[in-house]
């Protein structure tokens, strides 16, 4: 990874050479690879070489109904490029999306999975699209290195490269393409959006949401775009000052409410999986953003709630695990983390009835031995009494 | 003489940095916490101080880690406070959750979770796997448990790919010779 670093390093050094006689303009149909400069078409397969990594890694999801259905919100955003600009889901629970310079745009499961609309996701759709349009990997680039601060973008980025990769961090503008050029994503992004038929207020809901999420996140210094505080309190107050349609006037699509329920089933799966509990907490404490979430979000607050283990927390856990073995009492995590409190308990006939029920309806469970090894316990306590 | 000093000084930074691998004859070995029976023609990585890392063909291909962590090195990048008290399948989580955040292994797969016994503890067994940027797949077994008031862990990694089930017996080996050090 550092090798990487350091040849984006080198790409920016002989772009900065270039800078002072670049004159770039937003792009205004597909272009094609002989109408960009040569640093800039390095910058594309860099790109396309990071995608491929992303690929390689096993990090996209494979959602195909879902991948498709943003590519056409894409595309309905920036028809005049005509799906060039390309739209693929990251599974990475960090809240983010990047714009890569060649039109590829990558969202986080963990930024979709906490957006409770198809409004909201256009609205990032837009922002990254402008980034593109605009050209912005390539002038920021040009940016940072006319204005010196090469050495605090390398800091920046390798203290980055842990969750995302520093080739991806520059590519991508994950910890942001400077205020300017966010400032200017954010407007052509919301004219975009509203010309579509979407309104601002969703903007600015999906704007708070992410605002809530990073005061409360696991990262100790969120520095990625959309987990960035102080960012995100600027944009809410840019598109509550914007004109414009506030309120959204596009139906949802068909059943994209039952594609984005599923998705964000995975997102609640990954977060908890990556030990990610407070950041849980934070995300499905309220009652208004659980409304907008599968029934299964309750059985996520409550192994949130076990997991992080608060003072409190393990009451807190074992009310919300009623309330989901009563929305959901066939969702095998429900069954098994119902066994393991009524084997806690001592209730020993009905930890054996939930294990039970869990192997039947996850047959190819991953933790199938431990549940098996929990029912051999209880056969031969039964056994000795 | 002052030319020959330095290269003589060059010399013997670069000698002991060929140094740090140790190459094993089979007798117990006790590093970082962690004492296990290596296996013969073996290296060690003696240089490595918070965990006792030993490898056949190199690190790049597999090695088997052992380490006893105690306080916050059990789970420095969630900041859980340990509990020697929690059950080895809720410890399997936190420990896979910490290996999650880690960097490049977002993406990492769990194939299974299962009880094990490590130095004669209930603990757990899990089985990940995942790719690196030129897709080739890792397998990794993390095999913990309690012991004192810290987590006894030893993980074997390994190309998914012929060398896995090749060494998998050789950290078998490792894993039943294993005790706090």
Redesign the interface.
Known sequence: ?LGSVLRCLMTLVVIAAAAPALSVEPFVKVPTRADLASEEDRLWDDSRDAGT?FR????LVTDPAYVTRLNEMMTDLYPEFGGAIKVRIL???IPNAMAFPNGDVYISIGLLGRLENEAQIAMVLAHEGAHFVQRHGYRGRNNILAAGALANVAGLTLGL???L?GQIVFLGGAAGHGRDMEREADQIGLIRAQKSGYGRADAKRAFEILRNDSKQS?DPKPMYLFASHPLLDERIETVSAAGGALETTRPPSENFVVMHRKLQLDWLAAE?????QKALVAALEDEDRRANMPPEAAFYLSEAYR?R?NKQDEDLASSWLAKAFALTPNFPPVLRAAG?AAMKEGTTANAKTFFKQYLELAPDA?????VQ?YLSRIEQEGTKQ | MIKRMLLLLVVTVLMAGCAVWTRLDGGPLTHAGASIKPPVDWMHLAARKDSLVITRDGVAIQFIDAAYLVDDKIFPKSKQVFNKDTPPQEMAQRYIGELRQAPGLSGLDVKSVAPETVAGRPGFRAVVEWRNDRGAAFQRVIAGAAVDNGLLVLQYQSLKRFFFARDLPEFERVLQSAKRG
């Open positions: 990874m990594a390689r890694r096993g990090m599974r990475e629970v490269a842990g969750a990769g696991d908890i999986g990556a030990g990610r997991l283990a393991l991953t933790d199938r031995a431990f090894s």
